[in-house]
């Protein structure tokens, strides 16, 4: 199991930037996939990006791609979302996850195990 602590949230206007943290604790980070979600009040927890566990290999939402990055650090242990050109719908609160399974691009909620308690991002217009 791995326990995980989002940071880095807040209150933005359209364009800025802001960049998220996820430090993680636990022996199977290093091993294990990674992702960030976002879930804005009424709507399903959504994909926004991962990364496999050695940092070699990013994938988006189509929503994000271009904007988003995401990166880790497994000498820290820690997963960053750096997003840039935010919008008024990137608004949601913002959870890290870590995979619970062997694929390789996971993007389904199901299939992450562990789970941090969320940050908000605000984009105000």
């Known amino acids: 199991q791995v326990q995980l602590v989002e940071s880095g949230g807040g209150l933005v206007q359209a364009g800025g930037s802001l960049r998220l943290s996820c430090a993680a604790s636990?022996?199977?980070?290093?091993?294990?996939?990674m992702g960030w979600f976002r879930q804005a009040p009424g709507k399903n927890r959504e994909f926004v990006a991962g990364?496999?566990?050695?940092?070699?290999?990013?994938y988006y939402a189509d929503s994000v791609k271009g904007r988003f990055t995401i990166s880790r650090d497994n000498a820290k242990n820690t997963v960053y979302l750096q997003m840039n050109s935010l919008k008024p719908k990137d608004t949601a609160v913002y959870y890290c996850?870590?995979?619970?399974?062997?694929?390789?691009?996971?993007?389904?909620?199901?299939?992450?195990?562990?789970w941090g308690q969320g940050t908000q991002v605000t984009v105000s217009s």
């Open positions: 990364v496999n566990w050695s940092g070699s290999n990013t």
């Open positions: 996850a870590a995979s619970a399974t062997f694929i390789a691009t996971p993007r389904d909620p199901s299939d992450f195990g562990s």
């Open positions: 636990g022996r199977t980070f290093s091993s294990a996939a």
